[in-house]
Every structure is written in C-alpha cells, then in structure tokens.
C-alpha cells in the first residue's frame, strides 16, 4: 500500500540553527500538505501546495520557515533559524486533489529544539 | 478563527465500556472528519460526514454530524484496547478544503 514517506524521523537541533524535513507524497498525489503538531494538540495547516503552487500558507511564519515543492513531487521545509518554540511533531499529508478528497498522512518528524 | 472545543480532553476506561466524544463548534462546516493517531504516527481517517443529521457507522463506532453542521459526536461500543489512541475531528471548510483540526480526545481503553 503507498505511504507517505518523511525524513528524518527526529531530530535534535540546537536554536539558531537551520533544520529541513522532506516529504515524499504517495504517486500521483496533486496536493501536499505540511502541518505542525505541537504535543497536546491537533495539527495545524502550515502550507498546503496544488501541484508545484502554494495555495495556501497563511499559518507558515514567513520569516524563519520556508516551504517549496519544486517539481510538483516532493517537498521540502526549512526552518532558519529554529526557535525553543517551534518543537513540535512535524507532519506532511498528501491527496488525489484539492477537494473532499482524504488526506494521507506520513509518519512526520519529531523536532526538538534545545 | 474557526475552532472546534473536543470533549472530553482525556478519557480512561475499562474494557467493554461505552464511550461518546464531542466536537463542538460555532462554525458551520461543510464536512467533518474523525481520525485517529497513535503515539509517533500520523493521524489515520475514519469517516468523513458531509450532510446535517448525517449518521455513518463503522463496526463498533458511530458517527454523527449535528443538524446545523456546527458539532458532532463519535460514540464507541464495547471499547477495546486496540481502540486506544488520539481521536481528533477536522472542519472542512473554504475554496480550498481547509481542515482545522481539535485538540483531540485521548482515549486508553485498560485490558
């Protein structure tokens, strides 16, 4: 059965310091999404992309995260510098299309950030 | 800011119990979704309902979207162990199908 598949699992990073997770979507899949999970909440809509266009990134903090997703196929987010705050549980999700399609989420990253 | 109030926060139970968690919110939604996680995983879809009233069953869950699309109510019967976890709704709503997610219910369902 295709997966969603993200790297690393954790990661350990010191503040400051600039971090990447990527995402690989399963085949096929039009739209990706990146959330963030902070421990005892739901996930929250980072970025959402519709092929390689970002659709939506209202929620991303445009001064230290970035998103991209250059061929349409997989993508990757960067966090420069990593604050204390931005530990979290980092989950990328993927459907056919934008619509009332289900989303597939991958594992995600752990981050911590000391 | 749409948000949507889980209750309870935290739920523990035995074996063979019943169980009812909610969703509430002010705002109307076009669909909600129900998901589960577990610990270091992604969150797993259970059902989607899309029509006021709607009732959707899977095995021992049952699932219900209020008349006004505004809150709705996952109920578990004879609940397992294997039916621990983080159960979280999702309001769908806008040109992109945006999903604002709760904050969960975590449910341990003791052998």
């Known amino acids: 059965e295709a997966e969603v598949a993200q790297s690393p699992r954790y990661k350990i990073t010191e503040k400051s310091q600039a971090v990447a997770f990527w995402c690989d979507p399963i085949?096929?899949?039009?739209?990706l999404y990146w959330y963030r999970q902070i421990l005892g909440q739901g996930p929250e809509l980072l970025v959402q992309?519709?092929?390689?266009?970002?659709?939506?990134d209202s929620q991303l903090p445009k001064d230290r995260f970035s998103a991209e997703r250059l061929k349409g196929v997989d993508s990757t987010l960067k966090i420069q510098p990593a604050e204390l705050g931005d530990s979290a549980m980092y989950l990328c999700?993927?459907?056919?299309?934008?619509?009332?399609?289900?989303?597939?989420f991958g594992p995600g990253t752990r981050l911590t950030v000391t | 800011t749409q948000l949507l109030e889980q209750s309870p926060q935290f739920l523990s139970i035995q074996e063979g119990e019943n169980l009812t968690v909610y969703c509430n919110s002010s705002?109307?939604?076009?669909?909600l979704q129900w998901y589960r996680q577990e610990p270091g995983e992604g969150p797993v879809l259970l059902v989607t309902?899309?029509?006021?009233?709607e009732v959707k069953k899977l095995k021992r869950l049952t699932f219900q979207f209020g008349d006004a699309r505004k809150d709705s109510s996952l109920h578990i019967t004879a609940a397992q162990p294997g039916d621990t976890g983080l159960y979280l709704c999702?309001?769908?709503?806008?040109?992109?199908?945006?999903?604002?997610f709760g904050k969960g219910t975590l449910l341990t369902v003791n052998p």
């Open positions: 999700a993927s459907s056919y299309r934008t619509g009332l399609y289900e989303q597939y």
């Open positions: 085949s096929g899949h039009a739209t």
């Open positions: 992309f519709q092929d390689e266009s970002v659709v939506d």
């Open positions: 705002s109307v939604f076009s669909s």
């Open positions: 309902v899309v029509t006021g009233g």
């Open positions: 999702a309001g769908e709503t806008g040109s992109n199908y945006k999903l604002t």
